[in-house]
């Protein structure tokens, strides 16, 4: 993408695919890239913003009467648990949530 200039396909042609997906009732799984790498990166802006993305997909995705799980974003503190799930229920609305190679350490 950074040598040719152009969107990812699967962004840029997204309302396609939901059409595929749609035709052959397939439940889609939008996928996080942005998770913490380390516990000090836990709910930083730029994981909240991919959520806010991942919202709007979650929207597109329901418009077209497609179904869709959202990935979550492991690597945090048990503390912030919690409030994570909230953030997402309220900027997915409701869509369920998974966890994908999860790794939760409690701060000694």
Not at 6 to 20: A, C, G, K
Not at 29 to 46: E, I, K, N, Q, W
Not at 68 to 97: R, S, W
């Amino acid at each position: 993408m950074s040598m040719t200039g152009e969107e990812n396909p699967f962004y840029e042609y997204f309302d396609e695919i939901l059409d595929i997906c749609r035709e052959y009732d397939v439940t889609i799984s939008l996928g996080d890239a942005c998770r913490p790498g380390c516990l000090a990166d836990a709910s930083d802006v730029c994981q909240i913003e991919e959520l806010v993305r991942l919202g709007e997909l979650t929207k597109r995705a329901w418009a077209k009467d497609v179904q869709v799980m959202v990935e979550g974003p492991g690597h945090m503190p048990l503390d912030q648990i919690e409030a994570n799930m909230k953030i997402q229920q309220t900027i997915c609305m409701g869509a369920p949530f998974h966890g994908s190679g999860v790794f939760v350490r409690q701060r000694l």
